[in-house]
């Protein structure tokens, strides 16, 4: 069978997209190829999956049909770009001969933060090209992927990049100009909920619940308030409203949270890993 899905850096996140790609049918089993430095790692993903392994990121690139992805971490991918710079040379002088070429090319999707599409395209040149930022929930399906298109993409690579990450989650579109603001929402959100979870256990615990229990009434009421949400489409404040009765309880522990900061905390948040995501992206 051909191969079609080639997946470059089978660690935590290429696995995850791995699993559930393969699991929805999206590809088989025997359309896909892994590259890993990793022999112990390469026999897992081969036992596990069923899938062509290699520790050869060259076979991935001139076997793929369809896609090429990118999942290694940002630090490798200036020896990877050299590592595959021969075959890129190739499918350059292919565009060269016939533009048409481009459409049947595979595409290029990397997940690596921080790293452009202007790096993407100088090491892929003329190849189309998908920047992606998923985040940490597409481990278990339930995660948020916005992508950002190359100059040389077409909707047929488009729509494989909605297909690919719609394994995972959900997927927007956005400018490439509003990528470190989705790392400093959606990337770095994981993080802030986490927090939010352990607090309102922790607050639990002081009100004198016994810890196990305060931990699964914080855990679930974030994950029940955010599937309500979802299935009413009810705006946030509104539900709010909903909850907070004349002089009860509710609105008592929102004036503390008003008091406190906490929406300009997490609005305050946001900003700043945006800024910092900028920063490192320099
Ligand atoms: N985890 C997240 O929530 C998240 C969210 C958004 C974006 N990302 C991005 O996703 C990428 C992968 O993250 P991760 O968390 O999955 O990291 P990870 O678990 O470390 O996975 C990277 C994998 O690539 C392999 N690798 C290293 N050098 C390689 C090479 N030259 N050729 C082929 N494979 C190589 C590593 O093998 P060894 O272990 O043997 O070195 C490892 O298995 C990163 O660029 C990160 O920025 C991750």
Do not use: W
Request: with cysteine; hydrophobic share 45%; glycine share 8%.
């Amino acid at each position: 069978m051909t191969i079609k899905f080639g997946l470059i850096g089978g660690g935590v996140m290429g696995e995850a997209l791995l699993s559930r790609l393969i699991a929805s049918g999206i590809y088989q089993s025997s359309e896909v190829i892994v590259s890993e430095p990793l022999p112990s790692r390469l026999d897992f993903l081969k036992q596990q999956y069923d899938v062509t392994v290699t520790t050869d990121n060259s076979q991935v690139f001139t076997q793929a049909k369809e896609v090429v992805f990118l999942a290694v971490k940002p630090q490798v991918f200036s020896a990877l770009a050299q590592e595959v710079a021969h075959i890129n040379i190739q499918n350059q002088e292919l565009a060269n001969i016939n533009l048409l070429n481009r459409e049947h090319s595979p595409v290029i999707i990397s997940i690596l933060a921080g790293v452009p599409l202007s790096q993407l395209e100088a090491a892929f040149v003329q190849l189309p090209v998908i920047r992606a930022m998923p985040n940490t929930p597409a481990t278990v399906g339930a995660g948020i992927t916005a992508i950002c298109l190359g100059a040389y993409t077409s909707p047929k690579h488009h729509q494989i990049a909605q297909q690919v990450f719609s394994a995972v989650g959900e997927v927007v579109e956005v400018s490439e100009g509003l990528m470190d603001a989705v790392t400093g929402l959606s990337g770095s959100g994981p993080a802030y909920v986490a927090l939010l979870v352990e607090a309102l256990a922790d607050g639990g615990v002081a009100a004198g619940l016994p810890r196990t229990i305060a931990n699964q009434l914080a855990l679930q009421t974030v994950l029940g308030t955010a599937k309500l949400l979802e299935s009413t489409k009810l705006h946030p404040a509104e539900l709010k409203d909903r909850v907070t009765s004349p002089g009860g309880t509710t609105i008592a522990g929102i004036a503390k949270l008003e008091q406190a900061g906490f929406r300009s905390a997490l609005i305050e948040a946001v900003k700043a890993a945006t800024e910092r995501s900028q920063e490192l992206g320099k």
